[in-house]
């Protein structure tokens, strides 16, 4: 009766997993090297397979803070602002990338190296919490798969 028990429980967590991540799908989840102290970035695409949601929030035990952004263009002054939300739309992806949205890590308490896994907890209106990861690539190394182009976080101002 154990072994019944213990398989029918076993044969339900994937459909469990995936009804709480209902439908979401986080993708080429990338990041750059970054000092202790100081603020990091996250780029990644999100595709809902299921109903529209929105993305409120993202967090990270790597940094005192995690926060949505985006890069704007502002008279020729590139500046970035912290965003409420993002709007995943079923079979769009949602793409954060350089120079647009993307996920500030605030207060890093690490250092970030190439090769590093940065994780990430996601949470959207509806699927709630989705667990995700980015690896942390050499500078421009994403860029350059990616087709994004340059820009450094330097050169922003935040308003």
């Not at 939300?85 to 120079?99: A, D, E, I, W, Y």
Request: glycine share 10%; aromatic share 4%.
């Amino acid at each position: 009766m154990r072994r019944w028990l213990l398989t029918g429980c076993v044969l339900c967590l994937p459909i469990v997993a995936q009804a709480d991540q209902g439908g979401v799908q986080v993708q080429h989840a990338w990041s750059r090297p970054a000092m202790a102290g100081r603020t990091g970035v996250v780029y990644l695409s999100i595709t809902e397979h299921g109903q529209a949601d929105r993305l409120t929030g993202v967090s990270s035990p790597v940094a005192a803070k995690a926060e949505l952004h985006e890069t704007i263009d502002d008279h020729g002054v590139m500046k970035m602002r912290t965003v409420a939300s993002l709007p995943v739309r079923p079979g769009k992806p949602l793409t954060l990338k350089p120079n647009g949205y993307h996920i500030m890590l605030m207060g890093l308490k690490h250092p970030l190296k190439a090769g590093d896994s940065v994780p990430l907890t996601l949470t959207f209106a509806k699927a709630g919490q989705v667990n995700a990861v980015a690896t942390v690539e050499k500078n421009g190394a994403e860029e350059m798969q990616h087709g994004a182009t340059g820009g450094t976080m330097d050169k922003m101002k935040m308003p």
